[in-house]
């Protein structure tokens, strides 16, 4: 930690960056998202277990981005959002400067967007082991019992998009949900609107969900929509063996075809 | 009558006015005759009209309420409700509810000058009032208009453009943004503060009335002011977006002034007293 | 108005709750498997939480749903016609164990519903409402009632208010004419008060928001917003599991020839919520909105609607993903 | 003020025997917006389309639905119907009755009631629909030719033959291509240059011709007619206006020994040389690589010996930049080199060569002067084999197609070799003989009966080299599969045809789609063999594929009037139906977010990038942008967009929408 | 249930399968009146969405075809189909949503009497299925508990 306070001052001091986004203890004692302009309160900045933001969100809010150049603290889940990030062209890599962490918490050394990619290469990429269980759970129930279980899960949704503003990838100006011609997900946070929202959520992450889970830690009412989106970032791989935020120049799943990509269903 | 607020009156569309591709005015009438003996309103008040299945869309009531029987609205198809009216037919219902906001202070105005100045699809906010100060015209000294819009196109209410331009007792002055103008253009080439400036009306004892886009505004107000309008008798229209009309939906606030109940007539003094949010 | 006090026993109270259960939907709080604390209709009495700090939903939703039909239309050719819902068939509530706070917004919806035209769709449903409320004997951080003029005993909003005892046995308090008619209806399950105190959560006073509405009349254009907002994501998890706050929308939805209008919950955090048809939106960035919310509830409101919009609940911070602690914004808003 | 028009069907009993047209009438004109519902016998007749535009006029009509037949049938009849009768042709949308209702289902009240459900679909739809004028884009009437072989040559005349400006780009020093290097062409033995070099000619003095050889393409930015295209012209180190092409300087280089490449490696050339005596501009130019002066930092022996002083050492590349309209990708083929087939001993042993090494011998202006010699040793082979498919059909190569000229150009080897060698015998080694073709097969008859070319069905197995002889190891499939072995003097390999050198480079430059052995790919298979996916970018020759002289020219004519067809309009005229991306209000208010994704699915690089900025030049935010002169309106952009902020002209968002809804739902 | 006839709604793109549903009407091969089609350009143009809104709407089944991989008129719409309905079908199966209920086909301009085929066959498998319950109700039972005041 102290590694990453040095490291911030001296970012801040030399004005090679104008901010740094990290970790600061808040009065409960959650970690929360800090933003540090001066160096003289780059103490307040953390990294422990308690710092679980994927702070890769704030690179396209639009009061953040007024800062310029930054840094931001960024572990694995939070680098491969930025490397999404930049190859989905919302974010310019040489504007930011990383503060990597690893998985024992200590400060890396990522000097450029391509050691980011050398690092985030040699990692395990998969959803993280404890969501890992339930999913395969849940891949064990029948139809009628994985619908109900989610349409219980569902009927607790108020469309609160806390799921999509924690997402890093839901960086749109305009979501689908606030399109009305035509209303293509219903206004109201009953159980068809909730449904078609969900689904339309976890489409438009696929093959760009890295699997950092904070859409489902985000929920105010504990839904885990997170597990939509990384049963789909396991059929990514499944299918097409890709696993998202690994390169700055990828192009999405959808975006993307091979001519022989295999499927089973199409008569 | 139900004590259901949200409840619109039921209104057959007795005319349509095509003003420009855009730009339709619609007259419509109530289908419930008790209901029209007990409606009434006041120039400058807004309302919410709806297309069952589509939705409510906020505008003024463009029609002077000295003109009795029907109510008029003229709206730009922009959104959804507004696609929708516009694909509406004589005789096809709509709903209405109101009439909500305050009014613009007519009776305080008696006896002096009043001076419209309007861009745009901004006129159709202050036909009602315009209309409403001509019917009372002896009441009133000078009334000068000027109305600017992009291009001849644009220019909203021709006909009645034509009607004030012959009356002897109004002052009608249009004008167009260079290169909006056709061949036979005969009215003013400019922008509207430019054009204002040319006209240079006189202050004194006048009320100016002002209605446009916030860039019209916002070069319009110092020319007022070189003229020597005072702040108190400037009077504008302020427009947020609105749901219910009536100071709960809580969206059309700017500070602790609902635009629904207080507005949507600011003088622009008040306005001056308004955190930038509008 | 002196009120009475009577003690009831815990087993009374299941024998209290069954009887209302037989004539009414009971509305009580049960802890989910997930932890969470969510409102059920007629829950068995073993599964009713009596020890909870807060539920993870306000109860708003008895008074103003989060979906709400405000008529049914029906459109032929030409002709529309338009069929009111009725609210004479909305069913009589009680609301068990609520705390002080969640009760005490009951006034605050008021004040906005009904300041100026009554909103016949809140206070319909108010009347049907009896609250049997419950005092805090636990608190946490984001407890700040007490700054916000309630207390975690305060009888504000209940007909009746329960205070548990130490031995585990509770008073109840009977504040309202509604709350005495229960009291009138089963006498038996009641007895006299006795020596023993209640225990009550200590909560104490983070900030005086008499203070803070002073401080925020000249705040409009304080860097505070900004600073304190670079966080906020701008979703609208607090106003959603806020008790006070009411904003809505109103949409249409047909299927066919018919249809409904109906209003649903929205929030002054969404971009959308203020955005013109033209594009141009008056609070454009996140940092205005958060400054509407909290203005809206410690300014506007108690210069508006003659009461503060905030009830001290702490479940907008606890809800806030990003660790938005309003208490702790309102402490510093006092002292800017 | 929606005005809709119905106008049902019968199409003689071909709907009214299955569906009661009467109901679906009647049932549609109570539908909100339908002011006239009606029933004819022929809609398409003239009284029927007369019915249209009367209506129109009459109802004032906002949009029309023609329940009829298929749209894809009719949709144009009744769309110009609907523009004579003053309505925007867009506004028109056909309800399919016929084809995908009547014709397919029995008559019963479930096949009127589909029959209402679809004409039901198609009025929500229209009422959605948009008038929408034909996309205009201007064509600059300039085309240019990539390639100099037979394929560019001819497109490049006939087009400049319709008076339009031509500007071909060769990246040799010389245009001919292949067809330069060839001794006699099949199936007429006529020679190759005397009918190629006539052509040459008349390209360099063509009016309407630039030629900029020893040139090669930058980059190409726009689409169809208003292409701006980079040329880096290389330095040919000399003043191309003093050079008279007198060849003094190529005589007296001393550096002599370099492989000369149109000889393939057969012959050697000097640093400053002209490729061959009949090259079209006969002007040398000075191989950097090579040249003792660029390597050594002196020499310039040229220089001294000019008599118009043209050389210019320091002479730098050169970019132009040209505005085109066109483009006619000809950049032609190559054949299979060295290493390719360790099995035959290909380059261990000089005597094997391939087909093109094989013309320059037979050559009248070859390196042997059209003795057939071999490499090794000079002599002349009494006994030659042929291999054809070497490489081609061979999907363990990696070449699973056919290379289409090498069963002729065999034959014509072989018969060659007959005619300059009479006592030599000549074998042929092959799989099938594909000779279809005017006159083809008659010619490959022709080598086996009358000059006896011993045609061997069967693979080579395997060459060595035995005393001095190569050889040949391979079964006659014809005889049970019978072991054959020949000992033969020297074996020609009819090497595949691949795709050219930095024909994967090209294409990418063009944003034009190639094959995974990297030939530029047609636009459809069969119906536009000469088109690109690319609009205003055509094919001519072996690009493509290997192809014969005679289908080279046959598809550079092809492409030629492509081009001329184009060129005929001063606007180009395009459909509507494009996407277009939401620009409420102000740019800087889309609702776009620029994520680009959509550049990614666009099949046609129709998705630009377009900047907002302020006025100091600070980008704001960037958008997507259609070009509407490349989009074809597939609508793939349009379902991957999240945000809904692409939408496509005829099938928008809200008009697909409300057929589902309308399809599903009575109203 | 015997009488239950399933609304199924196909959504077909221009220059393969609707050429091919017109074929298999020139060639006047019979098939159940229960499908209703949506022309659209290509197989990309197909928002997923379309699909839920079509249950949503009553649909009890749905069939989504176009040209053959690599016949596409604009070369790659289907490819980019394909994974979508990739994409798609795996979380409809994840979350329960009966997939069975749509048929995903290449149906070419000249296959007229596949068409028919799929058409016949998708009917016959949701006929036996029955009407698609869960999904209508997820839309009409939420409606009518609102209605209810919960």
Sequence with gaps: ?267 | MSENIYKPYLMEIDNIIEETPDVRTFRLKFKNLEEAENFSFKAGQFGEYSVFGEGESTFCVASSPTRKGYIECTFRKAGRVTNALANLEIGDTVGFRGPYGNTFPIEEWEGKNLLYIAGGIALPPMRCVIWNTIDLREKYKDITILYGARTVNDLVYKHELDEWKNRPDIKLITTVDPGGQTPDWKGEIGFVPTVLEKVSPSSDNTIAILCGPPVMIKFTMPVLKKLGFQDKDIFTTLENRMKCGFGKCGRCNVGKVFVCKDGPVFSYEQILELPEEY | METTRKLIRKHSLELLYKKLSASNKVYAPVTATDKQVEYKYNPPFSDVTFDHIRSTLSVKNLVFPKVENLFIFSNSKTESSITDVNLNLLPNVVLWGSHPCDNAAFDILRSIFCWDINDEFFSKRLEKVTVIGLACHTSDDYCFCTSTGNAPNSVKGSDILLSKLSGGDYIAEFITAKGSSILASSPELFENETEEKAVIAVVNTKFSHEQVTEKLQTAFEHPFWVENSLRCIGCGACTYVCPTCACFDIQDETKGKEGRRYRSWDSCGFGLFTLHTSGHNPRHVQSQRWRQRIMHKFSYMPDRNESLGCVGCGRCSSACPVDMNISEQLEALQNI | MARIGVFVCHCGENISATVDCGKVAETIGKLKHVVLSTEYKYMCSDPGQTLIKEAIKEHNLTGVVVSACSPRMHEPTFRKACAEGGLNPYLCEMANLREHCSWVHEKNELTTEKAIDIVRTQVEKVKLNSALQPIKVPVTKTAMVIGGGIAGIQAALDIANTGHKVVMIERSPSIGGHMSQLSETFPTLDCSQCILTPRMVEVAQHPNITLYTYAEVESVEGFIGNFTVKVRKKAKSLDEKLCTGCGLCTTKCPQKKIPNEFEQGMGMRPAIYIPFPQAVPNRPVIDREHCTYYIKGKCKICEIVCPTKAIRFDQPDEIIELQIGAIVAATGFDIKHADFFPEYGYGRYKDIIDGLQFERLASASGPTSGVIKRPSDGQIPKNIVFIACAGSRDPAKGIAYCSKICCMYTAKHAMLYKHKVHEGKAHVFYMDIRSGGKNYDEFVRRAIEEDHVNYIRGRVSTIYERNGKLIVKGVDTLLSSMPVEIEADMVVLATAGVANSGAEELAQKLHISYDSHKFFAEAHPKLKPVETNTAGIFLAGACQNPKDIPDSVSQASGSAVKVAALFSQNELTREPLVAVVNRMGPPLHSTCVGCFLCQAVCPYQAIEREDIKTRDGKVLKSLAKINEGLCQGCGTCVALCRSKSIDLHGYSNNQVYAEVVALLNEY | MSDFEPKVVAFVCNWCTYAGADLTGTSRLKYASNVKIIRFPCTGRIDFMLLLKAFANGADGIIVSGCHPNDCHYTSGNFHAKRRWIMFKELMDFMGIDMNRVTFSWVSAAEGAKWAEVVNETVTRIREMGPYVSYKELVNKTIEEEVKNE
């Design chain 1, 1 to 267: 930690m102290n590694n990453l306070i040095s490291r911030a001052k001296e970012l801040l001091e030399s004005k090679t960056v104008n901010v740094v986004i990290g970790y600061e203890a808040g009065p409960t004692g959650l970690a929360r998202p800090a933003f540090i302009t001066d160096s003289a309160k780059a103490d307040k900045l953390i990294y422990d277990e308690r710092c679980v933001q994927n702070l890769a969100v704030y690179l396209t809010k639009a009061e953040v981005k007024n800062f310029g150049k930054m840094a931001i603290v960024a572990r694995l889940p939070v680098m491969r959002s930025i490397m999404m990030l930049i190859s989905e062209q919302q974010v310019i890599g040489d504007n930011l400067i990383i503060l990597g962490i690893s998985e024992d918490n200590s400060l890396l050394d990522i000097a450029s967007i391509s050691v980011m990619q050398g690092y985030i290469d040699k990692c395990d990429l998969g959803n993280p082991s404890k969501d890992r269980e339930i999913l395969a759970e849940l891949n064990k129930m029948t139809p009628e019992e994985k619908f109900s279980w989610w349409q219980n899960q569902f009927s607790k949704c108020i469309k609160c998009y806390a799921c999509r503003q924690a997402c890093p990838m839901c960086y749109c100006i305009r979501c689908t949900v606030e399109v009305n011609q035509p209303q293509w997900i219903p206004v109201q946070a009953n159980a068809h609107g909730n449904t078609e929202w969900h689904i339309l959520r976890a489409m438009h992450l696929a093959g760009r969900c890295i699997s950092c889970g904070e859409c489902g830690r985000a929920c105010p009412v504990g839904i885990p929509c997170h597990l939509l989106t990384m049963q789909l970032a396991d059929q990514v791989w499944n299918y097409f063996h890709v696993h998202a935020g690994t390169s700055d120049k990828m192009n999405s799943v959808l975006s993307t075809y091979e001519p022989n990509d295999k499927e089973s269903f199409i008569i």
